[in-house]
C-alpha cells in the first residue's frame, strides 16, 4: 500500500504561481512514476506533470513551458511548480502514484482557485 499527502494549492492571482508537494509513504520501493492530474469542473482529469523513477519528466500540453517538477530531498516527495497562472487553471489537482506491478494510487485532491 502507498498513501499519498498532497500540499498547497488554495487562491492564486492571474499571473501568480502554484507549488504543490505530494509525499509518498508506505511501498514506495515500487515506485515507476508519480505526479500530478488535475480535473476542472465538467472537464475530464488531464496530466500536469510526472517525474518517472529514472528523473524523466512528463508536462501534459497546459504545463509545458511553465510548470517543472522536482524531487524532495528523500525521492519520497515531488514538487510542482507552475508559473504564469490564468482561470483555465483553477481545477482540483490530485497527486499519482503508480508502482511497478502495483497499479496507481490517487491522492485525495486539492484545490487550486486561480482568481483576481
Known amino acids: 500500500q502507498v498513501h499519498l499527502v498532497e500540499s498547497g494549492g488554495g487562491l492564486a492571482q492571474p499571473g501568480g504561481s502554484l507549488r504543490l508537494s505530494c509525499t509518498a509513504s508506505?511501498?514506495?520501493?515500487?515506485?515507476?512514476?508519480i505526479g500530478w492530474y488535475r480535473q476542472a469542473p465538467t472537464k475530464e482529469r488531464e496530466l500536469v506533470a510526472t517525474?518517472?523513477?529514472?528523473?524523466?519528466?512528463n508536462f501534459g500540453r497546459s504545463a509545458k513551458g511553465r510548470a517543472t517538477i522536482t524531487w524532495g530531498d528523500n525521492k519520497d516527495t515531488v514538487h510542482l511548480q507552475m508559473n504564469d497562472l490564468g482561470p483555465e487553471d483553477t481545477a482540483v489537482y490530485y497527486c499519482?502514484?503508480?508502482?511497478?506491478?502495483?497499479?496507481?494510487?490517487w491522492g485525495q485532491g486539492i484545490q487550486v482557485t486561480v482568481v483576481s
Open positions: 499519482n502514484y503508480v508502482g511497478i506491478g502495483f497499479g496507481s494510487t
Open positions: 508506505g511501498n514506495i520501493a515500487t515506485l515507476y512514476d
Open positions: 517525474m518517472s523513477n529514472t528523473g524523466e519528466p
